[in-house]
C-alpha cells in the first residue's frame, strides 16, 4: 500500500513540476554543442595486480599477458610457471574532450573481463588507451577505487557477501593524455549549432533568438542544426563569439510525452500531454486455485483395501467491480493526474490506461515504453 500511494504523489509532483517550468527560458549552452567539439572514445586492455588470490584463474589470455609483460623487463619465464591469482585482466575505457591538451588528466573505468573476484586493492599497471583509429591518445595507471565488495568463504556450507560490483572500478585522473585530437569548429567564417534534443520549434527559436542580437547571423537547417555566420568584427574571435552565444537565452519546445519504465512501475509525463473526452473502466480478475491432500484408509479390521491419497482442488473466481468513468476533456497535466489518482489506480494501472488511452485516439502524446 505505501508502495502504491508513494509512485502516485511521484507522478502527481513531477508532473507539476515539469510544469511550472513550462515558461521557463534556458540557455543556449545548455540545449547545444557546437559541431567538431566532441568528445570521444578510449579502450586500452591492461593487467590489475595486488589482487590477494582474488585474480583470475589462471585462464590462457591472462598468463600471456604476464608473460609479455615479464618479457618487456627483460625476463622469461615458462607460462606453465606463471600464476594469475593477484592478477586480472581488465578492460579501460574513458572519454576524452575535444581540446583535451597532452598532459590533460581524465577519468577511467576499469573493468574485469576474465573471472577475477574482485579488484579491491588493486594497482593498474601502465595501459595504452586506443582511439577508433588505433592510434594511442592516453596512458592510464595507478590504484584503483572499488565501490563494492565481496567477502566470505565459498565453498559447500559457505556464504558470502557482495555489495553492488566489485568487478568494476575507476581511477579518478588514473590516465594522461598524450596527444592531442585535432578539433575544428568554425569552417568559411561560420560554425553549426547542434540541439542535443532535436526539434524544429526549437531550431527555429534559436535561430530568431541569435538573429535578434546579431543581426542575419543565423539560418536553421533542420530540427538539429542551426548554421551561424560570424558577424564582421568577431571573424577573428570565434571564442568570444561562441561565449555571447552561449549566454542568450531562450524557451525550448517540448513535445508531448509521457515514458512509462514497467520494470520499476515508474510513470513521468510533461505539461502538454492532453487527454481527449472518453470514458475508462479498469477492473481485476482475481482466480484463486488451491490444492489439497486427502487421506482415505479402509475400516478397522478390513481384510480388503488399503490407505490412498486422493487430492481435492478448490478453484474460485473473483472479480471486483469496476465501473465505466466517464472523464471529460482534460487540458492540463493536473487535471490528467488528478481524474486518474481518483481512480484509486495503482502506477502499473495507469500504466495499461494510458496504453489502452493511445490505442483508442484519446491520448494526444507520445508513449515511449522502457
Known amino acids: 500500500m ?52 582474488d585474480g583470475d584463474k589462471n585462464p590462457t589470455y591472462t598468463v600471456q599477458s604476464v608473460g609479455n609483460m615479464l618479457q618487456r623487463f627483460g625476463i622469461t619465464v615458462p607460462s606453465s610457471t606463471l600464476s594469475s591469482k593477484n592478477v586480472a585482466a581488465v578492460i579501460v575505457t574513458a572519454d576524452i574532450p575535444a581540446f583535451a591538451k597532452p598532459g590533460t588528466r581524465l577519468d577511467v573505468v576499469v573493468s574485469a573481463m576474465g573471472d577475477a573476484k574482485s579488484l579491491q586493492g588493486g594497482t593498474l599497471l601502465q595501459v595504452p588507451l586506443l582511439g577508433a583509429d588505433g592510434r594511442v591518445y592516453a596512458v592510464a595507471q595507478g590504484p584503483l577505487a572499488v565501490g563494492g565488495f565481496s567477502s566470505g568463504q565459498g565453498g559447500a556450507g559457505g556464504a558470502t557477501v557482495t555489495k553492488n560490483h566489485p568487478t568494476v572500478a575507476q581511477i579518478i585522473n588514473g590516465a594522461i593524455v598524450e596527444r592531442e585530437i585535432p578539433a575544428t569548429i568554425v569552417r568559411d567564417n561560420s560554425l553549426e549549432l547542434v540541439l542535443r534534443e532535436p526539434d524544429f520549434t526549437s531550431s527555429a527559436r534559436l535561430a530568431a533568438a541569435i538573429n535578434e542580437q546579431f543581426t542575419q547571423s543565423a539560418t536553421p537547417i533542420d530540427a538539429t542544426t542551426i548554421k551561424v555566420e560570424l558577424p564582421p568584427g568577431l571573424q577573428d574571435s570565434a571564442v568570444d563569439f561562441i561565449a555571447r552565444l552561449e549566454a542568450i537565452e531562450i524557451t525550448p519546445d517540448t513535445p508531448a510525452r509521457i515514458v512509462i519504465n514497467e520494470r520499476t512501475g515508474t510513470i513521468v509525463a510533461n505539461s502538454r500531454i492532453r487527454i481527449s473526452a472518453c470514458a475508462v473502466s479498469h477492473g481485476n480478475l482475481t482466480i484463486s486455485i488451491a490444492s489439497t491432500l486427502n487421506v482415505s484408509q479402509p475400516n478397522a479390521f478390513s481384510q480388503q483395501g488399503r490407505t490412498v491419497v486422493t487430492p481435492s482442488t478448490d478453484t474460485r473466481v473473483n472479480e471486483t467491480k469496476a465501473p465505466m468513468v466517464a472523464l471529460p476533456d482534460l487540458p492540463t497535466v493536473e487535471q490528467v493526474a488528478t481524474s486518474l489518482n481518483s481512480l484509486g489506480v495503482t502506477p502499473r494501472d495507469m500504466m495499461a490506461i494510458f496504453q489502452t488511452m493511445k490505442q483508442a485516439g484519446a491520448l494526444q502524446a507520445e508513449l515511449i515504453l522502457r
Open 2 to 53: 505505501n508502495f502504491r500511494i508513494h509512485l502516485v504523489l511521484c507522478l502527481g509532483i513531477g508532473l507539476l513540476a515539469c510544469d511550472s517550468t513550462r515558461a521557463a527560458s534556458a540557455r543556449i549552452k545548455d540545449l547545444v554543442m557546437v559541431s567538431g567539439a566532441r568528445d570521444n572514445q578510449l579502450v586500452g586492455y591492461g593487467l590489475v595486480a595486488g589482487l590477494a588470490n
